[in-house]
């Protein structure tokens, strides 16, 4: 009798946790904590809503439960600083989802909501549900820096770059789905966003409004207008295997890559496919002061002669002399300039005077003889 009460309790606990970790219909009243019942995941178990870690917290997103590698691919609201353990995570019986923690509440999806049940798609892609049962709000139309297999990115859509490998915080570059028919790169920063400062783009402008980004389910990466047709292939095919699942992302590097992961072979992500080949194209990976220089085909920041890190370990902040520059009204004559070389050197424009100038020589001498130039690009 007592064999088979435990056998019992012992059938009833494993039902139960089958039942929290295949929860894919999520109702009203739910909650979440980051210690216990942290996440929702889908069906398959491969995708998981809810807490994960985050620097020293914990910050609340979706991301790969079912793999080695726990890879996030949505953060919500990336830009607020992670929670502590004390935070919970609440699916109002208003049918809005509230991150309750001690800086207040935040809402993730818009405040207005009123769902009736939520699910974690075995897609990746987390739902909320009116009464009758139409989609209100769906992750897949809020994309930060990641897009999975059927997701597209819609006209006059971002997808922003993390911080760095491990923080996904906003970072400093963009891919835009511009409303002209252009996907293009940009510096998060840059003024306008014009082609200027833009580093990539697909050329497809005058194609119409509306043209999206397709991640197809083939994972296949193009553009689709209007009409549904594929006007430009970003990757030449589709790279579909079975027991592989992909996503594709735009780096905090700022180039964007198309990824796989194999379910069978004890692997780490491949990128199958990078929108460039140079790791320099980014624009303002290294901030002012510095240039980009590949070792390796491994981008490296180094900072002009006579300058050094602002920030050794932060590319972005820049580089700052080393030395104190003489102001322009210093009449010293026995003070000395002279001009370095650095070839094959890209830098991003930023013009202060434009000369005729036949040779290297004349330019140098221009340079040195005009007190207010400290630099000069031949
Ligand atoms: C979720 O469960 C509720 C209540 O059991 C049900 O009414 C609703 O249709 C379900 N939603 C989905 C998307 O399965
Ligand atoms: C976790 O979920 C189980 C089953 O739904 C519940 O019994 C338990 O109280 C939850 N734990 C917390 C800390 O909410
Ligand atoms: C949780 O909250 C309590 C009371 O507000 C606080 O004393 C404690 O430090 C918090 N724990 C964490 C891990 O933040
Ligand atoms: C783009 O699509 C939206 C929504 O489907 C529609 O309202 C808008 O008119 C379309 N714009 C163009 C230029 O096709
Ligand atoms: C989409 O592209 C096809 C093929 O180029 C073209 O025939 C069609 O008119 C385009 N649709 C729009 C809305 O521009
Ligand atoms: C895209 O690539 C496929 C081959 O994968 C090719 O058949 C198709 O014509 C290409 N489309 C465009 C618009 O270049
Ligand atoms: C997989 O790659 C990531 C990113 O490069 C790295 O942080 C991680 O340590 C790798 N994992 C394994 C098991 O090699
Ligand atoms: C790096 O420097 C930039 C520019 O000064 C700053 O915005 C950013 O917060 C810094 N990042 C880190 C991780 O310190
Ligand atoms: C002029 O510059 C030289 C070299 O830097 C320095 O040794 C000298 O003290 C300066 N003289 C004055 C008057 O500033
Ligand atoms: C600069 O680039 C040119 C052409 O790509 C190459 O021939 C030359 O060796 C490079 N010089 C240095 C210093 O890398």
């Known amino acids: ?19 929290q970790q295949r929860q894919s219909n ?29 620097g020293n917290g914990f910050s609340v997103g979706i991301f790969l439960a079912g793999i080695r590698e726990k890879t996030v691919v949505w953060t919500a609201n990336r830009d607020s600083p992670p929670v502590t353990s004390n935070a919970t995570l609440v699916f109002t019986s208003e049918g809005s989802l ?27 892609n987390f739902v909320l549900y009116n009464s009758n049962g139409r ?10 820096d990641t897009l999975l297999p059927t997701q597209r990115l819609l006209a006059e859509k971002q997808l922003i770059s993390s911080a760095s490998e491990s923080d996904h915080a906003s970072g400093i570059f963009m891919l835009a789905m511009q409303s002209d028919g252009n996907l293009v790169q940009y510096p998060v920063k840059s003024t306008p966003l014009t082609s200027s400062n833009a580093y990539y783009a697909s050329d497809t402008y005058g194609n119409g409004g509306n043209v999206s980004l ?42 964007f890559r198309l990824y796989s992961f194999s379910l069978n072979v004890n692997t780490n992500w491949t990128a199958e496919w990078a929108s460039s080949n140079d790791r320099c194209d980014p624009q303002g990976l290294c901030g002012l002061n510095g240039f980009c220089t590949l070792i390796d085909q491994e981008a490296d920041c180094k900072c002009l002669p006579g300058f050094d890190f602002v920030d050794k370990g932060n590319w972005t902040a820049g580089c700052e002399r080393n030395f104190i520059a003489d102001s322009c009204g210093n009449n010293n004559k026995s003070l000395r300039y002279t001009m370095e070389e650095l070839p094959n050197t890209s830098w991003e ?15 140098i001498q221009a340079c040195l003889d005009d007190c207010n130039c400290e630099a000069a690009f031949y």
């Open 1 to 19: 009798m007592e064999f088979l009460r435990i056998l019992v309790f012992i059938a009833f606990v494993l039902a139960r946790s089958e039942a």
């Open 26 to 54: 999520i109702s009203l009243g739910s909650s979440l904590t980051p210690d216990e019942n942290s996440t929702w995941l889908s069906n398959s178990g491969l995708y998981a809503f809810g807490f994960y870690k985050e």
């Open 349 to 363: 424009e930023d013009t202060y005077s434009v000369l005729e100038i036949l040779d290297k020589e004349s330019c």
């Open 98 to 124: 509230v991150l309750q923690s001690r800086e207040g509440n935040k809402y993730i999806g818009d405040s207005a909501l009123s769902s009736s049940s939520a699910s974690m798609m075995d897609s990746g």
């Open 135 to 144: 989609i209100i709000w769906q992750s897949f139309d809020h994309p930060t």
């Open 214 to 255: 397709v991640f197809d389910s083939d994972a296949h990466l193009y553009l689709m207008n209007s009409s549904g047709v594929n006007i430009r292939n970003i990757t030449n095919k589709g790279y579909y295997r079975k027991d592989t699942i992909f996503l594709m992302r735009i780096d905090w590097d700022g180039l």
